[in-house]
């Protein structure tokens, strides 16, 4: 919703921090944002950035991310997030001290609190440190909430720990740490087409390189199509057994017949059932499809 039609004297609660993923640690800072919202009849607000700042500060560092902005707009909807900025993190941004980073918030918005991850850096250099926040709120007059991190078997969850449990081919764990099922979503692209010649058609997906890619290998997938789900085995690899030159992503899809070219999908990630194979033969790479197609069948079914 637009902030302008927002009541000014309402107060704020603003959630901040960077939330690539919205995994179980960056939800706990939003549900405590919205909670205080509604507690003290004040809006709730996430502040974050459009694109990751490492983009701008070192290209070559910059991680792969882990959730289209579409997809955390829709995810923050759905949490009752009553403002939701996302601002372009450029030149003047970055070069922003920590405290006129705060100001700025402070002077746009009637900033009632702040709540932040225990690890929330900010501002330039990312010198901004929680010691100064708290010297902050004492100084301007915000509330301030620092929440501690959260740990899965005595992990502490966060967007770097998932994006390496992906591609290490580790989907079950980093499912637990982002509360839902890892996706990637794209049209359907042309491939070689001998998938059809050995009964198992393959979905071939134009996949985004910003996105974190699982581990090479094969994978039970569910995948959304038309607004239906479907059970599916998922390859991620180089497919030597044809002599594959480049990595794809393909998707054989139980229960379904039909075109699917330049049509819209989203694979959700859920096991990874084994590693990639250099079969002798087409037959014997079709035989171990039909082994992943029964192993697929036994699975649940539910993203
Ligand atoms: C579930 C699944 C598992 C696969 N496993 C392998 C594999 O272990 N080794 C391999 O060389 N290719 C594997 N492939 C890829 C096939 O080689 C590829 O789908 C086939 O060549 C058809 O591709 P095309 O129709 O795009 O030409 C797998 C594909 C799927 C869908
Ligand atoms: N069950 C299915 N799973 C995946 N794709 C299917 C299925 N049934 C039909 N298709 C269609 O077949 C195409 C894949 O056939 P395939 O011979 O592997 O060609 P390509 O090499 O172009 O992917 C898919 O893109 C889709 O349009």
């Known amino acids: 919703m637009n902030y302008n039609i927002y009541n000014k004297n309402k107060g704020i609660y603003v959630v901040l921090g960077n939330f690539d993923g919205l995994h179980i640690g960056h939800m706990s800072l939003i549900d405590e944002a919205v909670k205080l919202s509604i507690e003290n009849n004040c809006y709730c607000m996430l502040y974050s950035f459009k694109n990751h700042p490492l983009k701008l500060i070192n290209k070559d560092i910059a991680p792969k991310l882990l959730m289209t902005n579409t997809n955390k707009v829709k995810t923050l909807q759905k949490k009752s997030v009553d403002i939701i900025k996302l601002v372009n993190f450029d030149e003047t941004l970055m070069k922003t001290s920590p405290e006129d980073f705060i100001l700025n918030l402070i002077s746009e918005y009637n900033i009632e609190g702040i709540i932040v991850g225990f690890n929330y850096r900010f501002g330039y250099k990312n010198m901004g440190t929680i010691d100064l926040l708290e010297k902050l709120s004492t100084k301007y007059n915000f509330m301030l909430k620092v929440m501690p991190p959260c740990k899965v078997n005595n ?44 009964d198992f058609p393959t979905a071939n997906l134009k996949y985004d390189k910003d996105f974190v890619i699982p581990a090479i290998g094969v994978y039970y997938t569910n995948v959304e199509y038309n607004e239906k789900l479907y059970r599916a085995i998922t390859s991620v690899g180089n497919n030597p057994t044809v002599s594959g030159n480049k990595l794809t992503i393909e998707t054989y899809i139980l229960d379904f017949s039909g075109n699917l070219y330049d049509k819209h999908i989203t694979l959700f990630f859920i096991k990874k059932i084994r590693d990639e194979k250099k079969f002798d033969s087409l037959d014997a790479l079709k035989a171990q499809l039909k082994k992943d197609k029964n192993f697929a069948k036994s699975q649940p079914f539910n993203i």
């Not at 966060?158 to 740490?177: D, P, V």
Request: glycine letters at 10%; a positive charge.
């Open 155 to 198: 992990q502490i969850v966060s967007s770097t720990k998932i994006r390496n449990l992906i591609s290490s081919g580790n989907l079950e764990e980093a499912n637990i740490m982002l509360n839902r099922k890892y996706s990637l979503e794209g049209i359907v692209v042309q491939g070689r087409q001998i998938g059809r010649q050995i």
